[in-house]
């Protein structure tokens, strides 16, 4: 399996400009996590899916963030429009249906707002 | 809400030394607890896992855990640490039920000195 792929690997945009991060799950597995990382406050939950529905978005900072999941292989996480302290590792998680089965994690998208 | 607490922010070792990252969590009722490992510049690896049974849980590469109820408690040990241990490792809680997603701790940066 390739497992959690993300796209773009990095990005580097000007403030206020839309970025669009990408994920796709490993084939099967149903629940999907984005993850934000800063060293200020580590790893943060931002939104989690549970067969494509939006579960819980609590974690999602303001309203310039927004994610959705189309179908059970792909989804995006935009930012409009971008803050410098938007800066930080954005990863993707998926795993299977039982919810204390182990979390698989992309490589992440390393985002820079300038 | 659910918390982590990971006790220290950064370690510094020397190679044959032996390892123990606390971590504490607040949830009071039935959960499962991860260690998840990130290598420099790459995603989280499953380190090891506690659901049920045994609270000694043995994980890749030597290490294990133990969790003790009473203290809120899920340790990562290992006896003697390789140059190779050098990562960021993060202990992570989901509480029965999933209902808060799975929560991290901020991590602790361990750097072993050849």
């Known amino acids: 399996d390739a497992g959690v792929i993300q796209s773009p690997r990095h990005e580097v945009t000007e403030m206020g400009q839309e970025v669009t991060l990408r994920c796709k799950p490993i084939?099967?597995?149903?629940?999907l996590f984005w993850y934000r990382q800063t060293m200020m406050r580590g790893l943060e939950l931002l939104i989690y899916f549970n067969n494509n529905v939006p579960i819980d978005d609590s974690g999602m900072p303001e309203d310039r963030f927004s994610a959705k999941m189309p179908n059970a292989s792909f989804s995006t996480l935009k930012i409009q429009p971008s803050e410098p302290r938007d800066s930080a590792v954005y990863f993707c998680?998926?795993?299977?249906?039982?919810?204390?089965?182990?979390?698989?994690f992309g490589n992440g998208t390393r985002l820079t707002v300038t | 809400a659910q918390s982590v607490s990971q006790h220290n922010h950064h370690v510094i070792l020397s190679e044959a030394a032996s390892l123990e990252l606390g971590c504490n969590y607040s949830?009071?009722?039935?959960?499962?607890l991860f260690w998840y490992v990130q290598y420099p510049g790459q995603h989280l690896q499953l380190l090891l896992k506690y659901f049920s049974g045994d609270p000694l849980v043995k994980g890749i590469k030597g290490f294990e855990a133990e969790f003790i109820k009473s203290k809120f408690s899920f340790n990562l040990r290992k006896p003697s640490v390789q140059w190779s241990d050098t990562a960021e490792y993060f202990c992570a809680v989901i509480s029965g039920g999933g209902a808060d997603g799975l929560t991290f701790g901020k991590g602790t940066h361990l750097i072993i000195q050849p």
């Open positions: 084939s099967g597995h149903n629940s």
């Open positions: 949830y009071g009722g039935t959960v499962n």
């Open positions: 998680a998926s795993r299977t249906g039982t919810y204390n089965s182990p979390l698989h």
